[in-house]
T-cell receptor, first 114, second 115 residues
Framework: DAKTTQPNSMESNEEEPVHLPCNHS???????IHWYRQLPSQGPEYVIH???SNVNNRMASLAIAEDRKSSTLILHRATLRDAAVYYC???????????????FGGGTRLMVKP | GAGVSQTPSNKVTEKGKYVELRCDPI?????LYWYRQSLGQGPEFLIY????????DSGLPNDRFFAVRPEGSVSTLKIQRTERGDSAVYLC?????????????FGPGTRLTVL
């Protein structure tokens, strides 16, 4: 599986935007870029995913570089409840065995200051 | 609607004992995954099912670990002769399908402690 690289930790102030970067220079043409987050003592939670175009949903926005070798998860207004570990994960686009499980790295621990 | 549920939420056992961990996926989800998360690390894949069959069990650490999903819904992860190194949070997730764009819905996990 193609790997992703994320900073170990980031800090943000409450109600300010947060940009969480992810590098995935070995991404293949059919890999989807997924973001999950894990709040303390909970299971991971899906945030957003994309393939080539930027994506928006109620939780966040995903900006994907034109060459797809990097992406950025954008939280428009961080709240204290957004403090979590954020994982950037690549998933194969096929329907067979390859790429069906999630391969988690270390993620980025986001700390939000009031 | 109801999410993925896992029971028990906590399990404390002694070294050498047998344990079963249960996962109830979201109704209608055909894909079911098990992951294990050690303290301070990201979850690691163990096994996944498509329907009743184990499609990929390459993540199971050894033959003490086994999982079943006999009717294509509830799944049980079974660990024989538990060891202290098995202590971790065991996470279950389900998905409507196997495509790369399908999101996985996770349960709260079962925290296993082997004394």
């Amino acid at each position: 599986d193609a790997k992703t690289t994320q900073p170990n930790s980031m800090e943000s102030n409450e109600e300010e935007p947060v940009h969480l970067p992810c590098n995935h220079s070995t991404i293949s043409g059919t890999d989807y870029i997924h973001w999950y987050r894990q709040l303390p003592s909970q299971g991971p939670e899906y945030v957003i995913h994309g393939l080539t175009s930027n994506v928006n949903n109620r939780m966040a926005s995903l900006a994907i570089a034109e060459d797809r070798k990097s992406s950025t998860l954008i939280l428009h207004r961080a709240t204290l409840r957004d403090a979590a570990v954020y994982y950037c994960i690549l998933r194969g686009g096929g329907f067979n065995n390859a790429g069906n499980m999630l391969t988690f790295g270390g993620g980025t621990r986001l700390m939000v200051k009031p | 609607g109801a999410g993925v549920s896992q029971t028990p939420s906590n399990k404390v056992t002694e070294k050498g004992k047998y344990v079963e961990l249960r996962c109830d996926p979201i109704s209608g989800h055909t894909a079911l995954y098990w992951y294990r998360q050690s303290l301070g690390q990201g979850p690691e894949f163990l096994i996944y099912f498509q329907g009743t069959g184990a499609a990929d069990d390459s993540g199971l650490p050894n033959d003490r670990f086994f999982a079943v999903r006999p009717e294509g819904s509830v799944s049980t992860l079974k660990i024989q002769r538990t060891e202290r190194g098995d202590s971790a949070v065991y996470l279950c997730a389900s998905s409507v399908g196997l495509a790369g764009y399908n999101e996985q819905f996770f349960g709260p996990g079962t925290r296993l402690t082997v004394l």
